[in-house]
């Protein structure tokens, strides 16, 4: 099992999160989520792999998460933005097998939230049946508990099932700024991944990054070129922290499989 490790809710850089007192508990809050079960069968073919002990690319998952834990708590930081140069480089995988290596961590509280609003693909990965429209959380029309399911006890998703219009004005809105506070608020994780579209081809990276702390840029081996990495870097740069770039796709083991 992993080493539990005690960690604090960080204080977020770019959102003024300020502690307000409630009625209901922090861990009211987590018990009043949706409890929902992993469909093991469905999360190994989407390449889900670190519910899965045996699975031999955790390990290279487990070392991301220490890396990106180490950093997030140099910095005081909480919200890691998940993206990539392009489509089809498996960030969505990266995103979802990263917040399930986190959450083996008991003491650390994690979200996983799909802003990919145009094609979202955590709901696929997942197998939720009963995926809710995030959409509507960030319009402020749907609370956290009608959002967000729980698996286990400490990781929250919400994740929606179909691609909507006008994503990048909804991701620069007040209202979402105005959820991102609140989901910091009554939740208070210790990591929120958010996965977000492509850098390239929409504003909708750009539109959402000033809500985040730091960002992954996941590139894929043998198709991303080095060119459209720098320009992801340079559009990045300008909007927040780039925590560091991640090589996906990569061929291994006798089989050929790759993660």
């Given amino acids: 099992m992993p080493a539990k490790v005690k960690l604090q809710p ?3 850089a770019s959102l003024e999160v300020v502690a307000q007192q409630s009625i209901v508990s922090v861990e009211d809050q987590w018990a009043g989520l949706e409890l929902v079960e992993l469909d093991g069968d469905r999360a190994r073919e989407a390449r889900l792999v670190t519910f899965a002990p045996e699975e031999p690319a955790q390990a290279s998952f487990d070392v991301l998460r220490t890396k ?3 950093c997030l708590n140099v910095n005081n930081w909480t919200t890691v933005a ?3 140069p392009e489509p089809e480089s498996g960030k969505s995988v990266v995103a979802a097998n990263l917040a399930f290596s986190l959450a083996n961590l008991q003491s650390c509280r994690v979200v996983l939230l799909d802003l990919n609003l145009r094609q979202p693909q955590i709901s696929s ?3 939720l049946g009963m995926a809710r429209p995030t959409e509507s959380f960030l319009q402020g029309r749907s609370s956290i508990k009608s959002t967000f399911v729980r698996y286990g006890d400490n990781l929250a998703v919400s994740a929606g099932s179909h691609g909507i219009t006008h994503s990048a004005e909804l991701l620069q809105s007040q209202s979402a700024r105005t959820a991102m506070i609140q989901l910091h608020d009554r939740l208070c994780p210790t990591v929120v991944i958010v996965d977000l579209p ?3 081809g929409s504003d909708d990276v750009l539109a959402f990054l000033p809500n985040i702390d730091c960002t992954l840029l996941v590139a894929g081996a043998g198709t991303t070129t080095m060119a459209k990495i720098r320009c992801c870097e340079q559009e990045i740069a300008g909007e927040t922290n780039l925590l560091g770039i991640v090589l996906n796709k990569c061929r291994y083991g006798r089989d ?3 993660y």
């Fill in 10 to 12: 960080a204080a977020h």
């Fill in 198 to 200: 492509a850098v390239l």
């Fill in 256 to 258: 050929g499989g790759y």
């Fill in 82 to 84: 998940i993206t990539s």
């Fill in 125 to 127: 990965i997942l197998g």
């Fill in 68 to 70: 990106v834990v180490r």
